[in-house]
């Protein structure tokens, strides 16, 4: 009902939700399911959960919006904490994943400007990446099918390379050549892994050239794959990483973090956001980091999503080719002849609500703080489903 009256973009499912607590929802109807999905890795700490409730709600009697003419108490008491708990010297607040992907490209080409002059603007995404829905973050997007021929032309100076392609890195990156960005595990793109190895051989070739690398960490920063970023993991040190999804637990909020070469390269009027450190969504963010920064909290997201991952294994289901994934953002390759998309349809009707990566990955990226209850819940829903897919 509710998909005939908002513009339906996004092919969603007939379903409309009213609430949840923890990793659980339920539907108009009282329908309830097993929440693998976090609105697509966002409700980082569930539904319902009540230390964020009650600051959101604390902030809004206080003050929902502050311009940047100002700062806030709250935006500045976050920032502080962000850039101790990551190792930044800086934070831009945006309020999506495109957003923070506009303003790392902002920066990237700046930086090519004042490190080279004008030619050297050229910035490297990975093949299968997926960095939004904006003009130049689609055009940065390294998928075919982000590109059709209807939004032509795209925005000029991107280039992709091939993950985990040693010699690509030989001759890719030159004077013309700005920033790379890594999306550090593509999630759009299949929950494809990078190599460590190769990400830092990549970074150190581009830096050679004279760029600076970047990671869009939209989807695996703050927590999900079990490290607070998860280009930490991964080693190759990004001058600028941009941030969303699970930021802020469900209140909209993104931005970019910058640290050296990156950082100095905004001045004033370079890049702002009227909603830019919304002071509702900084005391969301604030809960969120507090509880990400627990002692054991990492361990236990990766304790999770091997559990998940060993528990699928183990059931040798014909149906899955191979599962992967790192911390609680897991793929299962579902076999050529089947479709992803009909298993997720059939596991909303039994109760478990999922994300599908192109026609043969189905995602799970459900909230960070779920419980082994709800886990075997949704995984018995999954076997079942599977069983008989
Ligand atoms: C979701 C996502 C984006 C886009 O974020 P929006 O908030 O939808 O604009 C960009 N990059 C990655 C890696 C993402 O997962």
């Given amino acids: 009902m509710g998909s005939k009256i908002v513009v339906n973009n996004y092919g969603?499912?007939?379903?409309?939700?009213?609430?949840?607590k923890g990793s659980t929802c339920w539907d108009t109807n009282g329908k309830?399911?097993?929440?693998?999905?976090?609105?697509?890795?966002?409700?980082?700490?569930?539904h319902n959960y009540k230390p964020l409730v009650k600051a959101v709600a604390k902030q809004?009697?206080?003050?929902?919006?502050?311009?940047?003419?100002?700062?806030?108490?709250?935006?500045?008491e976050y920032a502080e904490k962000l850039l101790k708990a990551t190792g930044f010297e800086g934070v831009y607040f945006g309020n999506s994943g495109g957003e923070g992907n506009e303003a790392?490209?902002?920066l990237a080409r700046k930086y090519g400007h004042l490190n080279g002059g004008a030619k050297r603007h050229v910035i490297y995404t990975l093949e299968s990446s997926f960095h939004g829905r904006t003009m130049a973050t689609l055009t940065a997007t390294g998928q075919a099918k982000f590109h059709p021929e209807y939004f032509a032309p795209y925005v000029e100076g991107f280039k992709t390379i091939k993950p985990n392609d040693w010699e690509a890195i030989k001759t890719a990156f030159d004077d013309t050549t700005a920033a790379l960005i890594i999306e550090c595990v593509q999630g759009e793109g299949g929950v494809n892994l990078i190599d460590p190895e190769w990400a830092k051989a990549a970074a150190k070739a581009a830096r050679d050239a004279g760029a600076i690398v970047m990671a869009d960490e939209v989807q695996t920063g703050f927590g999900r794959t079990g490290t607070l970023l998860a280009s930490d993991e991964l080693g190759f040190e990004p001058e600028a990483v941009s941030?969303?999804?699970?930021?802020?637990?469900?209140?909209?909020?993104?931005?970019?973090?910058?640290?050296?070469?990156?950082?100095g390269v905004f001045v004033a009027g370079d890049h702002q956001s009227t909603f830019a450190g919304n002071p509702l969504?900084?005391?969301?963010?604030?809960?969120?980091?507090?509880?990400?920064?627990?002692?054991?909290?990492?361990?236990?997201?990766?304790?999770?999503?091997?559990?998940?991952?060993?528990?699928?294994?183990?059931?040798?289901?014909?149906?899955?080719?191979?599962?992967?994934?790192?911390g609680l953002m897991i793929g299962a390759d579902i076999i050529e002849e089947k479709?992803?998309?009909?298993?997720?349809?059939?596991?909303?009707?039994?109760?478990?609500?999922?994300?599908?990566?192109?026609?043969?990955?189905?995602?799970?990226v459900p909230p960070l703080n779920i419980s082994y209850k709800e886990i075997d819940e949704g995984l018995k829903i999954l076997k079942e489903t599977l069983e008989n897919f």
């Avoid at 502050?66 to 709250?74: E, L, W």
């Avoid at 479709?339 to 799970?364: F, I, P």
Wanted: glycine fraction near 10%; aromatic fraction near 8%; hydrophobic fraction near 40%.
């Fill in 104 to 106: 790392l490209i902002k």
């Fill in 32 to 46: 309830k399911y097993i929440d693998f999905l976090a609105g697509i890795a966002v409700n980082c700490l569930g």
């Fill in 243 to 263: 941030f969303a999804k699970g930021v802020a637990g469900g209140v909209p909020m993104g931005g970019i973090l910058f640290r050296g070469k990156a950082a």
């Fill in 339 to 364: 479709s992803a998309v009909e298993l997720e349809k059939n596991l909303l009707t039994n109760g478990l609500l999922t994300s599908t990566a192109g026609q043969n990955t189905l995602r799970m």
């Fill in 60 to 76: 809004a009697k206080k003050q929902i919006h502050v311009c940047n003419y100002f700062t806030s108490d709250i935006g500045v």
């Fill in 281 to 326: 969504a900084c005391a969301a963010a604030n809960v969120v980091l507090d509880e990400l920064t627990k002692p054991g909290f990492m361990e236990s997201v990766k304790e999770k999503g091997d559990y998940i991952r060993n528990t699928i294994k183990s059931w040798n289901n014909p149906n899955v080719k191979e599962i992967r994934g790192k």
């Fill in 12 to 20: 969603s499912f007939d379903v409309t939700m009213v609430k949840g």
